[in-house]
């Protein structure tokens, strides 16, 4: 019914979704007065949400009155250069699968091995994901597992991945890539950095820096454009890049 509207009746259809916005606002501020915890996933729902006219904007109206995910859970563990990416067997093999969760796991811990302070946290928690990963048995077509690592980490597994491709301990090349919480991966002021107190939540210096490495081996989406409910193009209030490496076992 309201993919109808927003059809043949747009401006009506933004004005039942704001009042939508501003029950669930209404709702989750009296939830927080009592206790709840609230942040917002990412999907611009403050930003919507102040849109409307909901009261979510902090005393000074210079920000939201909630923190962002990345702000509020994520922020700490980014702050090591911890983020998770993907790779993909090429093989569609689980047994390659199999073999990369070991291959991960004796790089982490190695990393966890030479690693201290808050960073060994970190590599405590990813030893005992990738260790336990295949039983959760969370795959759902492609071969692709996700794990946090830092930049060392990330480099140390895939030069491991490129080696077992070479040997023919793993059957195909792996596709390597990133996961959408990824450290760098999206600069957005109103999500990923809407907490930054210094002004650089509207550089996007974060994806620049990434699409100047990256833009060799794939292009960075400059902006997401959608179509608005009055039918015109907005640019979406983030930059996010994208970048894939494959690991083919060159030497």
């Not at 611009?44 to 509020?72: C, I, K, Q």
């Not at 563990?77 to 070991?102: H, Q």
Request: charged share 20%; glycine share 8%.
């Amino acid at each position: 019914m309201l993919f109808l509207l927003r059809i043949h009746q747009p401006r009506y259809s933004r004005k039942l979704v704001q009042e939508s916005l501003r029950r669930h606002v209404l709702a989750i501020n009296k939830l927080v007065a009592k206790g709840m915890r609230f942040w917002d996933y990412g999907n611009s729902f403050l930003l919507e949400a102040s849109r409307a006219g909901a009261a979510v904007m902090n005393d000074d109206s210079t920000g939201f009155r909630y923190p962002s995910y990345v702000e509020d859970i994520m922020g700490d563990i980014f702050s090591l250069g911890f983020g998770p990416f993907r790779w993909v067997c090429t093989s569609g093999s689980s047994k390659d699968l199999e073999t990369t969760d070991a291959i991960a796991e004796k790089v982490v811990l190695e990393q966890l091995n030479d690693s201290h302070g808050p960073s060994s946290e970190q590599w405590n928690d990813n030893l005992l994901w990738i260790r336990s990963a295949g039983s959760h048995r969370l795959v759902v077509g492609s071969q692709a597992r996700i794990l946090y690592c830092n930049a060392p980490g990330r480099v140390a597994v895939a030069l491991a991945f490129n080696a077992a491709v070479a040997d023919g301990t793993l059957s195909a090349p792996i596709v390597l890539s990133r996961d959408h919480h990824d450290v760098s991966g999206t600069d957005s002021p109103y999500r990923e950095t809407s907490d930054v107190r210094d002004g650089s939540k509207f550089c996007a210096d974060m994806a620049v820096q990434v699409r100047i490495v990256a833009k060799t081996f794939n292009r960075a989406k400059e902006f997401f454009i959608r179509i608005s409910l009055e039918g015109q193009p907005e640019v979406l209030h983030g930059l996010p890049y994208t970048m894939v490496v494959v690991v083919v076992g060159a030497r």
